[in-house]
C-alpha cells in the first residue's frame, strides 16, 4: 500500500493542472482500492457547495454538474463532522441525498473521508461498491492516509493549476494567494523574474518564446556537445570496461536520439516554449514513466534519463551566461534560494521586491533586502515558481503573502497601500531630527539593528541615536572561511566610527539555528534547540577571543563599544563569557593598547534567562531582550516555518507578561533594560513597551521614522492606559485590534500597516 501510496502521489505531483491531478486520483484509487466508484468532490467558494469535480465509477457527465450543500447528503455530514463514516448501505442513512445524475442509486457500501489542509475542509473523497458491506479497518486506514497525503497537493493544484504560460487568460485564477514569511516590510507590485540555480531542471520556469528558429538552435547546440561527451568518455573507457557496460552509452546516445528525447523536445519547442521549459516537460515526462514502473531496473532508469536532462541544460544555461539578461522596470526576483550574488545582478533601480522559495526571515539576503528597503517574502514553499515567470504579481511584504495574477480590485487595494506608503514617508523625513519624546516630555531612546556596512549610513540618516544590535556574523556569512582579526576589525569600525560617540552594541557571534556558514556547517535534526549562539562560540573559544580582540581594537580611540552575548540560558556562560572578554582585554592592554574595558550585556531570547534575568542582571551591565527569539520559544512557534507562522502572535499574552516581567526585574538591580525585534519597531508595539518601562527600543531603521511618530503623538498616560486595557485581554487578536484602535483615536492611524485581512476577497 505505502508503494501504491507513493506512486499516486508522485503522478498527482506530476498533473499539469487540477483536472488532470483530480483524474489521477480517482482512477488510481478506485483500482487500487478494487471498487466500483472514486469520486472527488470539492469546495466551490462562490456557491458554498461542494462539487462533484471527478468521477471513476459515476456518470461522468455529472461531473461539474451536481453539487452537494454543506448540509445535504452523506457527503455534507462528513463535513460538518470533519471525519469519516463508513456504511454498509448509505441508502438507509438519514442523510443520504439522491441525486439522479450521477446513477449512484447501485451502489450501497460508502466510505468518505474529508480532504483537509491546514484546518480548511477541501472536500471529500468516496469510495463506493455494489454489495452491502462495511469497508474494513485497512481500506479505511488507506483512504484517510491518502486524503491527508493529496490534501497539499490538491491545494497547491486549486490555486495553481490555471495559471499557464498560454494566451488564453480566462483559464488564469486571479489573486492565487501563497504564504510564506515576511522577510522585509513593504508591498511591491511588479513582473516577476524566476532565476533557475544551474542545472536545476525542476527550477526551470515556462516561458513563451516567439523564436522558434533560435530554441531549436539553442536546444541542438547543447544536445550534441552532450553527445559528444558522452562519445569522449566511452572511448576513454573502452579498454576498461566489459562490452555490456560499454553498451549502456549506447543506450544514452540512443536516448538523445531525434526519435527519443530530442524530437519530443523539439515538439514542445514548436508549441511555443524555450527550449529550457521544452528539455524540463519532456525529461520530467519520462522520469514520472519509469518511476512508476515496477521492475527495478526499470525504475533506476529515470535517475538516467534525469543526469542527460542536466547535462543538456547545464550546456544551454553556459551558453546563456554570456548573454546579458534584460530585466523589466519593475522586477521582482523570484528564485528557489535568494543569494547576494543575485542582487548584484540586477540593476538597483529595477528591483522592487524578492521572493524566495526557501530560507527565512533571518537568512542572510533578508537581512540584505531589509537594509536595502526591498519589500521581500521567504519561505513561500507552495509557489509554482516554475508556471510564474514574466506574470504579474503582488509581494506583501507585512503579511508575508505573494498574489499571483492580481485581480483588478486586488490590484487597486495594494496601488493605494503604495500610495500611503509614500505619502507617509514623505510626512516622517520632518521629523528626522526631533527628538523622540512624548507630548509630556518623556524621553524614548531609539537604537538600530545593523548587520551591513550600509545599514550606518541609512541608520544615521533616519535618525538613530545609537545601534542596539550590530549582528557580528554577516561579515562571517558573506566570506568563504572565517575572517582574520584585521579583516572583522576593519568591519566593526565602520559600524563603530560614524556613530561615535553615540553607543553601539555588538553581540559577538550568533550562528547555528537557522543562521549558517557555508564553511562552518552545523547538521542537527532541531538547530533552534541546538549548538547555537554562545554555545558555539564558548567551545570554540579561539574564535571567541578573535573575536573580541577584533571589536576592543576597533573601539580604540572612539571608547562607544558594548559587547553582548547571544543565547544565553544560564549563569555559567555568562561567566565564562565575561572572562573571556576580560582576557581579552589584558591581551591588548599587555600589547601596549589603550581601551577602555567595554559594557558588556546579554540577550534574553530564551524563557530560561526571562526567568534569571535578576541573576544576569547583577553579572552584566546591561540587558536587552531579543523579543523574536523569546516569543518563539515562549509559544514553540518556528516563526520562520510558513506552515505554524500564523501562530506566531508578538502580542500573545504569555509574550506581554514575560517582557513586562524582565524589565521589572532588571530595573530591580538598576539595570538598563533594551529590547531588540519586530516588537520594537511596531509603533503600537513600541508604546506598550515603552510604558513596561524599556530604557531602549532598537529596531531595522525602516521603522523608526514610524516609532518616533507614534512616541510624540502620546503621553506616557495614554501608553499606561493602553497596557493596562492589553494585559487584561487574554487574546492576541483582540489586543491587536486594541492597539489598532488606541492608535487611531489618538490621531496615529496612518501608522498602523495595512495587511492582507483587509484585501478584497
Not at 480566462?170 to 510564506?180: E, H, L, P, Q, Y
Not at 511591491?188 to 513563451?208: C, E
Not at 521567504?378 to 507585512?398: F, S
Amino acid at each position: 500500500m505505502l508503494d501504491i501510496l507513493r506512486k499516486i502521489v508522485q503522478e498527482v505531483n506530476a498533473a499539469k493542472d487540477l483536472d488532470g491531478a483530480l483524474n489521477i486520483i480517482v482512477r488510481r484509487i478506485q483500482r487500487a482500492m478494487k471498487t466500483q466508484v472514486c469520486s472527488v468532490y470539492l469546495f466551490d467558494p462562490k456557491t458554498e457547495h461542494y462539487v462533484l469535480m471527478a468521477t471513476e465509477g459515476l456518470n461522468p457527465n455529472a461531473v461539474g454538474e451536481v453539487s452537494l450543500s454543506p448540509s445535504e447528503g452523506v457527503v455534507g455530514k462528513i463535513v460538518d463532522r470533519a471525519e469519516p463514516i463508513n456504511l454498509e448501505d448509505a441508502t438507509v442513512h438519514p442523510s443520504y441525498h439522491y441525486v439522479m445524475e450521477t446513477g449512484e442509486e447501485q451502489f450501497h457500501a460508502f466510505l468518505g473521508v474529508p480532504i483537509i489542509h491546514q484546518r480548511k475542509i477541501l472536500g471529500v473523497l468516496v469510495v463506493q461498491q455494489t454489495t452491502r458491506r462495511r469497508f474494513d479497518e485497512g481500506e479505511e486506514a488507506f483512504l484517510v492516509t491518502m486524503s491527508a497525503q493529496l490534501a497539499g497537493v490538491i491545494a497547491h493544484a486549486e490555486v495553481t493549476g490555471g495559471i499557464n504560460v498560454g494566451s488564453d487568460t480566462s483559464k488564469v485564477r486571479n489573486d492565487a494567494k501563497f504564504d510564506g514569511v515576511a522577510g522585509a516590510p513593504g508591498v511591491a507590485i511588479g513582473t516577476a523574474i524566476v532565476i533557475a540555480p544551474p542545472a536545476d531542471l525542476d527550477a526551470v520556469p515556462d516561458q513563451l518564446s516567439d523564436n522558434i528558429e533560435g530554441e531549436l538552435s539553442h536546444f541542438r547546440h547543447a544536445l550534441e556537445k552532450v553527445r559528444n561527451d558522452i562519445r569522449v568518455v566511452a572511448r576513454s573507457l573502452a579498454q576498461r570496461l566489459k562490452g555490456e557496460d560499454q553498451a549502456l552509452f549506447d543506450v544514452y546516445l540512443r536516448m538523445l536520439d531525434d526519435n527519443a528525447l530530442a524530437g519530443e523536445v523539439e515538439e514542445v519547442i514548436h508549441q511555443g516554449q524555450w527550449a529550457p521549459g521544452a528539455l524540463r516537460q519532456v525529461v520530467q515526462s519520462h522520469v514520472q514513466q519509469f518511476e512508476m514502473m515496477d521492475d527495478p531496473y526499470l525504475r533506476e532508469r529515470a535517475t538516467d534519463i534525469r543526469d542527460l536532462g542536466r547535462r543538456v541544460l547545464a550546456n544551454m544555461q553556459q551558453e546563456c551566461a554570456s548573454t546579458p539578461v534584460s530585466y523589466p522596470d519593475d522586477t521582482i526576483l523570484v528564485a528557489e534560494e535568494i543569494t547576494p550574488a543575485m542582487l548584484g545582478e540586477v540593476p538597483t533601480d529595477k528591483l522592487i521586491g524578492l521572493v524566495s522559495i526557501l530560507g527565512s526571515g533571518n537568512s542572510h539576503a533578508a537581512i540584505l533586502a531589509r537594509s536595502m528597503g526591498i519589500p521581500t517574502v521567504m519561505g513561500v514553499v507552495d509557489l509554482p515558481a516554475t508556471r510564474i515567470h514574466g506574470k504579474h504579481i503582488i509581494l506583501d511584504g507585512y503579511s508575508g503573502r505573494v498574489f499571483a495574477n492580481p485581480s483588478t480590485d486586488m490590484r487597486s487595494f495594494y496601488d493605494d497601500i503604495l500610495r500611503e506608503e509614500q505619502q507617509l514617508s514623505k510626512g516622517l523625513e520632518a521629523i528626522r531630527d526631533l527628538p523622540s519624546v512624548t507630548e509630556d516630555g518623556h524621553v524614548m531612546p531609539l537604537w538600530v539593528n545593523t548587520g551591513l556596512a550600509t545599514d550606518v549610513a541609512l541608520s544615521l540618516d533616519r535618525g538613530a541615536e545609537g545601534i542596539g544590535l550590530y549582528r557580528t556574523e554577516v561579515p562571517f556569512m558573506i566570506k568563504q572561511f572565517f575572517p582574520s582579526e584585521m579583516e572583522q576589525q576593519i568591519s566593526y569600525r565602520k559600524q563603530l566610527e560614524p556613530f561615535a560617540p553615540r553607543v553601539v552594541t555588538m553581540r559577538t557571534l550568533d550562528i547555528g539555528g537557522d543562521k549558517a556558514l557555508p564553511y562552518f556547517p552545523i547538521e542537527e535534526e532541531n538547530p533552534s534547540l541546538g549548538w547555537r549562539g554562545i554555545r558555539v562560540t564558548l567551545d570554540h573559544p579561539e574564535i571567541f577571543l578573535v573575536q573580541v580582540r577584533a571589536m576592543l581594537l576597533a573601539s580604540e580611540g572612539l571608547d562607544n563599544l558594548r559587547i553582548m552575548l547571544p543565547m544565553v540560558s544560564n549563569v555559567m556562560e555568562i561567566d565564562e563569557g565575561v572572562a573571556l572578554v576580560n582576557q581579552a582585554h589584558a591581551e591588548l592592554i599587555d600589547e601596549g593598547h589603550e581601551i577602555i574595558k567595554p559594557d558588556i550585556g546579554v540577550m534574553v531570547e530564551v524563557p530560561a534567562a526571562a526567568f534569571q534575568v535578576r541573576a544576569f542582571a547583577r553579572r552584566v551591565d546591561f540587558i536587552s531582550v531579543g523579543s523574536n527569539d523569546l516569543t518563539q520559544y515562549m509559544l514553540a512557534v518556528d516563526r520562520n516555518n510558513p506552515r505554524v507562522a500564523g501562530l506566531y502572535y508578538s502580542y500573545h499574552p504569555s509574550v506581554l507578561q514575560a517582557l513586562q516581567f524582565v524589565v521589572s526585574e532588571a530595573h530591580k538591580e538598576h539595570v538598563q533594560v533594551s529590547i531588540c525585534g519586530e516588537m520594537a519597531g511596531d509603533p503600537g508595539g513600541a508604546l506598550l513597551l515603552m510604558a513596561m518601562g524599556y530604557d531602549v527600543l532598537s529596531m531595522n531603521s525602516t521603522n523608526l521614522p514610524r516609532v518616533k511618530s507614534a512616541v510624540r503623538g502620546v503621553t506616557t498616560k495614554q501608553a499606561a492606559q493602553l497596557l493596562e486595557d492589553v494585559l487584561q485581554k487574554d487574546n492576541p487578536e483582540e489586543i491587536k485590534s486594541l492597539i489598532a484602535e488606541m492608535l487611531h483615536d489618538s490621531g496615529l492611524g496612518r501608522l498602523v500597516r495595512s495587511t492582507v485581512s483587509n484585501a478584497p476577497r
